[in-house]
């Protein structure tokens, strides 16, 4: 059974670049959630997903946008990128049932030059 | 607004000595409690999480932890460490209407375990 996969593991961009994370959930999963994890710091929740929907959004701005397909996978994209932006990107998966359970992937290390 | 306040930034101690990593809280509702531990280059795994009920918590590989609502702390203990134990770990808080629909993170804890 696949658990939470995230591509593509690492990732440079220049500044004002745009980027486009993927994650597919765990078997079964129907939810998915993006976190922001800085160098040194704790993960930030940037968003979840359910039935294609934003469900909730942290307090990140409008150049972090995601979506979610039908099969459940998501992506997470950013405009016009910063160098605050480098991070490592975590995508986590849950029942909506048991979003308690979060499953998370080994994430993607963005880097913004 | 939640927060959440790991008290220590780094933690070594000795193989097979005892260890507590520190966590504070700050909520104004009713809240969930959740433990991760994160391995180099890794994402994080789920240690032990409080919902309900009793206020001592077991998770997985020998940790646990307990729920104090007076003190607003979870704080994490492992009786006998080991070198595999070396990691990151990570305390959270959930509020609302009892969902982890938005996690709050610590700014984590080093756990060094030395021979």
């Known amino acids: 059974d696949a658990g939470v996969t995230q591509s593509p593991t690492h990732l440079i961009k220049t500044r004002g670049q745009q980027v486009t994370l993927r994650c597919s959930p765990k078997s079964g999963h129907d939810t998915v959630s993006w976190y922001q994890q800085a160098l040194g710091q704790g993960p930030q929740f940037i968003f979840q997903y359910y039935e294609e929907e934003e469900r909730q959004r942290g307090n990140f701005p409008d150049r972090f946008s995601g979506h979610q397909f039908p099969n459940y996978s998501s992506e997470l994209n950013v405009n016009a990128l910063l160098l605050g932006d480098s991070a490592l990107y975590l995508c986590a998966s849950s029942l909506v049932s048991a979003d308690e359970k979060l499953f998370f992937g080994s994430g993607t290390q963005l880097s913004v030059l | 607004a939640q927060s959440v306040t790991q008290l220590d930034s780094q933690v070594p101690v000795f193989e097979e000595a005892p260890v507590e990593l520190r966590c504070n809280y700050s909520?104004?509702?009713?809240?969930?409690l959740f433990w991760y531990v994160q391995y180099p280059n890794q994402g994080l795994q789920l240690l032990l999480k409080?919902?309900?009920?009793?206020?001592l918590v077991k998770g997985i590989n020998g940790f646990e932890a307990e729920f104090n609502k007076s003190q607003t702390s979870f704080h994490l203990r492992k009786p006998s460490v080991h070198i595999s134990d070396t990691a990151e770990y990570f305390c959270a808080v959930s509020g609302g209407s009892g969902s982890a629909r938005q996690l709050t993170f610590g700014s984590g804890t080093q756990l060094t375990v030395l021979p």
């Open positions: 909520s104004s509702v009713s809240v969930y």
């Open positions: 409080y919902l309900s009920g009793s206020t």
